[in-house]
């Protein structure tokens, strides 16, 4: 069983950054692909950005929405079972709950369903203001 305990979220002025953090407690988290999730009130939990597991050790093949493309950055530094989330140019939308979730299948490819994942985080609060 993983366990993700997430980090870093907060209030922020729109066109501020954020670093949200994932730590997960496994030995095997060089194994799984990574995906940061966000959760609006009133809307569906929504994929952000994942990065595969690489089969190699050397990082992985990332994905990012459209809406944070150029904005946010994926990336896992595997020594420390952590993935982070850079957040930049922040706008009132991305004004969330953000979840990390492991996907165990290791696909080479990125997945961005919330039923690829198999194990989620309590999720941190983002709040962008205006």
């Known amino acids: 069983q993983e366990q993700l305990v997430e980090s870093g979220g907060g209030w922020v002025q729109a066109g501020g950054s954020l670093r949200l953090s994932c730590a997960a407690s496994g030995r095997t988290f060089s194994t799984y692909g990574m995906g940061w999730f966000r959760q609006a009130p009133g809307k569906e939990r929504e994929c952000v950005a994942t990065?595969?597991?690489?089969?190699?050790?050397?990082?992985?093949?990332?994905y990012y929405a459209d809406s944070v493309k150029g904005r946010f950055t994926i990336s896992r530094d595997n020594a420390k079972n952590t993935v982070y989330l850079q957040m930049n140019s922040l706008k009132p939308e991305d004004t969330a709950v953000y979840y990390c979730?492991?996907?165990?299948?290791?696909?080479?490819?990125?997945?961005?369903?919330?039923?690829?994942?198999?194990?989620w985080g309590q999720g941190t609060q983002v709040t962008v203001s205006s």
């Open positions: 990065i595969s597991w690489s089969g190699d050790w050397s990082g992985g093949r990332t």
């Open positions: 979730a492991a996907d165990s299948s290791r696909a080479l490819l990125p997945r961005t369903r919330v039923r690829d994942y198999d194990y």
